[in-house]
């Protein structure tokens, strides 16, 4: 099965006392890339966040960004600096009786000092938040994986066009290949026609052991043989329930292998020119595969 490595999902969860969002983009990458980004004080979940992730993707770079609100009041606390309050308010006291000014203080200007009040860290409890975050999170990557499955479904239907292609196109250097021998033995003795100009008489069985030599040389049978296995391969993996990114990019450097040693065989123009064809499907292929879980 095909999936691409581009995708992009969020969900949320809002039941008190926690309101959880999720957020998650993937990218391409050679390897499994987690990068996760937690609301502070909830970083000890980072390892449960993982593995969720790692049971839905294989391979490719993600980030995802959870979000965490504990609007409990147990999730909420401040701290007074009391000394530092007496303090102010002793110093306000001093001043309202060293300039005589009448009226009562007010709290607004005690607290104008700034600093007596202050939130302080209230410790989390992962493991209630876990049963809330747990599902948003999987419901999210369940997005994230049908977007990916859904390219690659249009991937896939570009890459059986492609292969639909390149298997045409090698029935056609097959059929040329056929006609190799006879050509090398044409050329061989259009040549020494050429040089002798018909004044030595050649021993035919000398020419035909050179032509054969030389059909040999030239002969692509092997590399068409395995260039059909590698389309059945490539067409095997698509179908099959593993990540097929890293098998079909391999496959597609044998692809290639296969096509410039028969390029490099043949000395035949139009064989050249449909073998420059398939190697320009084997290049969009190549890249499309890099997209490719």
Known sequence: MIKSMTAY?????????YTVRVEVRSYNSRHLDVALKLTH???????????????TVARGRVDIRVQIHDESDAGIAFDVNLPR???YHEALSRLTQALNLTGPMSIETVLAAGSLVRAVEVEKDMDA???QLEPCLKTAMTDLDAMRRVEGDNMARDFRQ???????????????????????RQRLQARIDALTHGVVEIDQTRIAQEAALLADRSDISEEIVRATSHIEQFRALMEDDTPAGRPLNFLLQEFNREFNT????????????????????????????????
């Open 85 to 87: 309050a007496r303090a």
């Open 129 to 131: 938040v876990w049963p």
């Open 9 to 17: 999902a969020r969900a949320e969860n809002q039941t008190a006392p």
């Open 262 to 293: 028969m390029g490099s065989k043949s000395g035949k123009a139009t064989m050249s020119h449909i073998i420059v064809a398939v190697k320009s499907e084997l290049e969009k292929l190549r890249e499309q595969v890099q997209n490719v879980e």
């Open 162 to 184: 492609r292969l639909d292609a390149i298997e045409t196109m090698l029935a056609e250097i097959g059929d040329q290949a056929e006609k190799l021998p006879q050509m090398a």
């Open 41 to 55: 004080g909830f970083e000890s979940l980072e390892e449960r966040v993982k593995s969720i992730v790692a049971e």
